[in-house]
């Protein structure tokens, strides 16, 4: 899980780029007297962004017939959305194509930060977009606050800790291997913000998510490690090994599950036995 860069550009720019860019023109005549109306509130929203403060945006309250055709202009396949993630996901590295919410999935589709209904007039807001996978964006749905606090690492604003908070438990039963993940403040992370990590990891299932697929990471881990072709690894094999588990971490985030999980392994006696066989 790693941090995301938010649009660079005008926010309201972007709105009449993806309004002019339709084709329909009473779509277009509809929402031309709204113009203003609309600027305003994506500078309300760019200041509650500026200020972290996202969760005390109240909504202008449009009619049901304005919020469908507020609505109707998001479109994830239009050319502006495909250049909005091209953008967003275009890093130092290449294309960054996982889901930041989850780092398990690629990402199919924008979760709307701020609910678009609840709030019809950020529906296309660029930086109330986030790359995201199907499954997240249905995990996350329209609860995204709780008495004026977020539910969710906004990506773009909350700022992830380089200290590790992830943390896996290794089991080895007969050659099965099982794990357990957990979530531990052992660094003095800002509460709040090790507060917001648990309810995003608990409201998008993170721990059930990882432990589905482990299976299969732990047993790539093993044939990359039996590949040493040594009973015990070395010091020089563990160090090319930790050397690239630090390479993903880094690529990946700190807290990659991944990452986390191979490190566990790693110091896992019951675990490394299993060279042997």
């Known amino acids: 899980m790693r ?6 550009g005008n926010s309201f720019d972007f709105y009449k780029k993806v309004l002019k860019s339709k084709r329909d023109k009473d779509l277009k005549i ?46 994830y396949s239009a050319k502006a ?21 989850c780092t398990l999935s690629i990402t199919n589709t924008f979760d709307h930060f701020v609910p678009q209904e609840e709030f019809a007039e950020f529906t296309i807001h660029p930086r109330n977009l986030h790359c995201c996978c199907s499954q997240c964006n249905s995990k996350k749905s ?20 380089e200290d590790q908070y992830l943390f ?21 992370i800002d509460t709040d913000l090790f507060a917001l990590i648990e309810t995003h990891y608990n409201k998008m299932g993170l721990f059930e998510r990882f432990i589905e697929v482990s299976d299969g990471v732990i047993s790539r881990f093993l ?5 040493f072709d ?28 991944q990452s986390i999980l191979k490190l566990a392994l ?4 019951d675990f490394m036995n299993l060279l042997n066989f």
């Open 3 to 8: 941090n995301s860069k938010p649009h660079a």
């Open 30 to 75: 509809f929402l031309a007297p709204y113009a203003d109306d609309i600027e305003k509130l994506y500078k309300i929203y760019d200041d509650n962004f500026d200020s972290d403060s996202l969760a005390l945006l109240k909504s202008r309250g449009f009619s049901e017939n304005e919020c469908t055709n507020l609505k109707e202009l998001y479109k």
């Open 81 to 101: 959305f495909v250049d909005l993630r091209t953008e967003l996901t275009t890093t130092e590295n290449g294309r960054e194509v996982h889901c930041q919410y």
């Open 142 to 161: 329209n609860f995204w606050r709780d008495n004026d606090k977020t539910l969710f690492l906004n990506l773009y604003k909350d700022i992830l800790p």
């Open 168 to 188: 896996a438990t290794i089991k080895v039963d007969d050659k099965a291997v099982t794990v357990e993940f957990k979530l531990e403040n052992n660094t003095s």
């Open 223 to 227: 044939s990359d490690l039996k590949a």
């Open 230 to 257: 040594e009973p015990i690894l070395s010091v020089n094999s563990l160090k090319v090994v930790k050397k690239q588990i630090e390479s993903e971490r880094n690529a990946m985030g700190r807290n990659y599950w």
């Open 266 to 269: 790693l110091e896992c006696k």
